[in-house]
């Protein structure tokens, strides 16, 4: 029994056309956790949240020389709710709010980091707190504070995509293997 050459040639192509889908999501999600939105706040063990604005301006630190210390709330320098409300400021660029305010753990730092550092970071279940894909997407969909990135308020740009879609993003890139670009 002959078989067609142009079924081998699928069958033995398809391992890398898979690879490229999965990064292709990848891609899509880390366009997400790589925007303003999210890294001004993915801040390493300084504790100090960055204010920067793709194609506006370089990355400072956060002005009033804030650090939100290791409770990663300000509680132990000025809490961040000092001047985080409940919700947005009406004015362009004012304290951006939401239910709680707060800076994400340390180990999680995504600032300046490239996008082989990130995906490495959130399949680490020691630095998600023993979180996987799911639990991840689970966050992204329903956490207030996360929800934030798509709505910040006057003068800021909004993350790409919804908090669905990025949920559904990461559920896709589980079943297509999570694999992580090569940087």
């Known amino acids: 029994m002959r078989v067609p050459i142009a079924i081998v040639l699928l069958a033995l192509a398809y391992p890398a056309y898979a690879q490229d889908s999965a990064l292709e999501t990848w891609r ?5 956790f ?13 504790n100090r949240p960055m204010w920067s604005e793709p ?4 990355p400072r630190p956060h002005g009033m020389n804030v650090n939100a210390g290791e409770s990663r709330i300000g509680a132990e320098t000025l809490p961040c709710g000092t001047c985080h409300g409940k919700s947005n400021a009406q004015i362009p660029h004012g304290p951006p709010g939401a239910e709680v305010w707060l800076l994400p753990p340390a180990n999680m730092h995504w600032f300046g980091k490239t996008s082989a550092e990130i995906c490495a970071q959130i399949k680490d279940p020691n630095r998600t707190r023993g979180r996987g894909i799911d639990a991840i997407a689970d966050h992204v969909r329903d956490d207030k504070l996360v929800h ?4 910040p308020g ?3 740009a ?10 559904s993003l990461l559920r896709q890139w589980q079943k297509e293997g999570a694999p992580c670009p090569n940087e």
């Open 154 to 156: 006057p003068g800021r």
């Open 148 to 151: 934030w990135g798509w709505t």
């Open 55 to 58: 194609g506006r301006m370089l």
């Open 158 to 167: 909004p993350a790409p995509y919804s908090a669905e879609q990025l949920a």
């Open 28 to 32: 899509r999600i880390h366009e997400v």
């Open 34 to 46: 790589s925007h303003a939105r999210c890294t001004n706040c993915h801040v390493g063990s300084d």
